[in-house]
């Protein structure tokens, strides 16, 4: 997942999200590591920059869960500020695989 032309998202299976600078080459390290921690196969990542800092919403597909990770700090180097998980029976997700923001 892109985000503008700063950062660059990717799920890391039991990490969280590595974000990486847009212009990263080569053998580059993330420049920060966002929970959740945990993950277990990570889906889709959505990021909705309508607010300030961003939010991103990461879905796990065994874990049945939808994340929702308020950052702070300045792209790239985002950091969680706090998350919310959404799961259990009642939510009805079963292998969720992605995730929208609308607007």
């Given at each position: 997942m892109?985000?503008?032309n700063d950062s660059i998202f990717l799920a890391v299976p039991a990490?969280?999200?590595a974000e990486f600078p847009a212009t990263a080459s080569g053998n580059a390290s993330?420049?920060?590591?966002i929970a959740p921690s945990g993950l277990k196969y990570p889906g889709g990542i959505a990021i909705d920059v309508s607010v300030t800092p961003p939010v991103i919403y990461q879905v796990d597909y065994t874990g049945n869960a939808?994340?929702?990770?308020?950052?702070?700090?300045?792209?790239?180097?985002l950091t969680a500020a706090g998350?919310?998980?959404?799961?259990?029976?009642a939510t009805?997700?079963?292998g969720p695989l992605d995730v929208l923001v609308v607007h």
């Open positions: 892109a985000y503008g990490t969280g999200i993330p420049a920060a590591t939808l994340y929702v990770i308020q950052t702070a700090g300045l792209a790239p180097y998350v919310t998980t959404i799961s259990g029976a009805g997700l079963s």
